[in-house]
């Protein structure tokens, strides 16, 4: 049968590493950006947001960075953990009217933390 | 737990049934949305409260699908007459209508349609 990671990008690094999870972003009008990580089983889980008027903004242990440029928006994770082993997904959620809170889903990418 | 809770956590039906999920958001929040996940990809939008009023419908909540909030509290989505295409993770999500864009997600009802 079909995997959940049958078609998304793969990252495998080892503990302690620093892992970077990278994601490119359609609508150039989203007010936020926000990454969430989603284990086996569960729903998604927030990790950090950043609004449009940013670059970057650090977290406990990770860091977004955002290149309205190209479009681009990337998760730094510091000292990986196997516990962080998960997918990732960016989304964008546009702010204002009736859509706000209303998010759009990247594809996602798998990160895998060997000990 | 105070969290987002969603039952059953995993239905499997017969294509022609119809099924009813139901979401117990977090009890502050005003905001409730509903999101469908299949194998490989990932949340899309599918429809979203605010207290009790139903502010946007997805293109994807076809006629066979319907949800409710009717006292801006817990929700239920329900498809009707179910087809194997929608087989699928069900997602229910939670927020407060503010600046704040964290929205909290339950853990899914997984819908299997033979």
């Known amino acids: 049968g079909e995997s959940v990671g049958l078609h998304l990008p793969t990252l495998s690094v080892q503990e302690g590493d620093n892992s970077i999870i990278n994601c490119a972003y359609s609508n150039s009008a989203s007010d936020y950006f926000i990454w969430y990580k989603q284990e086996s089983g569960k729903g998604p889980q927030f990790i950090i947001d950043?609004?449009?008027?940013?670059d970057k903004r650090q977290g406990q242990r990770v860091t977004v960075l955002l290149n309205k440029t190209v479009k681009h928006l990337s998760l730094q994770i510091a000292a990986t953990q196997p516990g962080d082993s998960a997918v990732y997904f960016c989304a964008e959620n546009m702010e204002g009217g009736t859509s706000y809170g209303k998010l759009t889903f990247g594809q996602g990418t798998i990160l895998t933390v060997h000990p | 737990d105070t969290g987002v809770s969603q039952n059953p956590r995993h239905k499997i039906t017969k294509r022609g049934q119809n099924v009813t999920f139901r979401c117990d958001p977090i009890?502050?929040?005003?905001?409730l949305y509903w999101y469908r996940q299949t194998l490989g990809q990932g949340p899309e939008f599918l429809t979203y409260?605010?207290?009790?009023?139903?502010?946007?419908k997805s293109r994807l909540l076809s006629d066979r699908f319907s949800a409710e909030r009717p006292k801006g509290s817990f929700s239920t989505l329900e498809i009707q007459r179910t087809e194997q295409g929608d087989s699928a993770m069900y997602l229910c999500a939670s927020s407060f209508s503010t600046v704040s864009t964290e929205a909290f997600f339950g853990q899914g009802t997984r819908l299997t349609v033979v």
């Open positions: 009890s502050e929040h005003n905001r």
């Open positions: 409260f605010q207290n009790e009023a139903q502010l946007e």
């Open positions: 950043i609004r449009s008027n940013m």
